[in-house]
């Protein structure tokens, strides 16, 4: 099985600042890393697929990077409605999937 | 748009069977670029994939839950289904029903696009 860890699992924050988050995983799964947002309440919702690739409708302050066992979310400039837990996913053994245990980002 | 919708029990004794469906309405559950999934959350916990199928009864599931779970999918009825034996207070969680997109548009990491709203099963006496 594929292990994924997130990196803080909770994070401190001001509007406005740059946040970033790691997910690592057990093995290499080259690209095949997808981000997701989580509100209370909700249904996660995918910000970023392919490690760096923009869903369609999600803000251009979100961004991501990685391959092989290491992965950064990026939020360039925090805004209020940011504030969410995020989570991680590898594809590499679709339809076998796993999640990240999530980052919650909340406001400092 | 697609839609999915859980419906099943909101509580369940220890010992029993916990069983929901997913309604897909919006779209083929029949589509050869998808797979359906189910997903479940504790409260207050992170998302654990519990298993996916595909529209042809090809079925997936994690295995730390694999002895127990269960998926099939009824493509009739454009629904697929989740039992989950023998529960007991940790399977306690939101359940939450999920396309699997993995066509071309994936860049070749398939990505939960469309979920359900989630359903609390609480298992209790």
């Known amino acids: 099985d594929i292990q994924m860890t997130q990196s803080p699992s909770s994070l401190s924050a001001s509007v406005g600042d740059r946040v970033t988050i790691t997910c690592r995983a057990s093995?290499?799964?080259?690209?095949?890393l997808n981000w997701y947002q989580q509100k209370p309440g909700k249904a996660p919702k995918l910000l970023i697929y392919?490690?760096?690739s923009l869903q369609s409708g999600v803000p251009s302050r979100f961004s991501g990077s990685g391959s092989g066992t290491d992965f950064t979310l990026t939020i360039s400039s925090l805004q209020p409605e940011d504030f969410a837990t995020y989570y991680c996913?590898?594809?590499?053994?679709?339809?076998?999937?796993?999640f990240g245990q999530g980052t919650r980002l909340e406001i400092k | 748009q697609l839609q999915l919708q859980e419906s099943g029990p909101g509580l369940v004794k220890p010992s029993e069977t916990l069983s929901l469906t997913c309604t897909v309405s919006?779209?083929?559950?029949?589509?050869?670029?998808?797979?359906w999934g189910w997903i479940r959350q504790p409260p207050g916990k992170g998302l654990e994939w519990i298993g996916s199928?595909?529209?042809?009864?090809?079925?997936y599931y994690n295995p730390s839950l694999k002895s127990r779970v269960t998926i099939s999918v009824d493509t009739s009825k454009n629904q697929f289904s989740l039992k989950l034996s023998s529960v007991t207070a940790a399977d306690t969680a939101v359940y939450y029903c999920?396309?699997?997109?993995?066509?071309?548009?994936?860049?070749?990491?398939?990505?939960?696009?469309?979920w359900g709203q989630g359903t609390l099963v609480t298992v209790s006496s």
């Open positions: 999920a396309r699997l997109s993995a066509g071309i548009a994936v860049a070749g990491s398939p990505y939960f696009d469309y």
């Open positions: 919006g779209g083929s559950i029949s589509s050869s670029s998808y797979y």
């Open positions: 199928i595909y529209y042809s009864g090809s079925t």
């Open positions: 093995q290499s799964i080259s690209s095949y």
């Open positions: 392919a490690a760096s």
């Open positions: 996913q590898q594809s590499y053994s679709t339809p076998q999937v796993t």
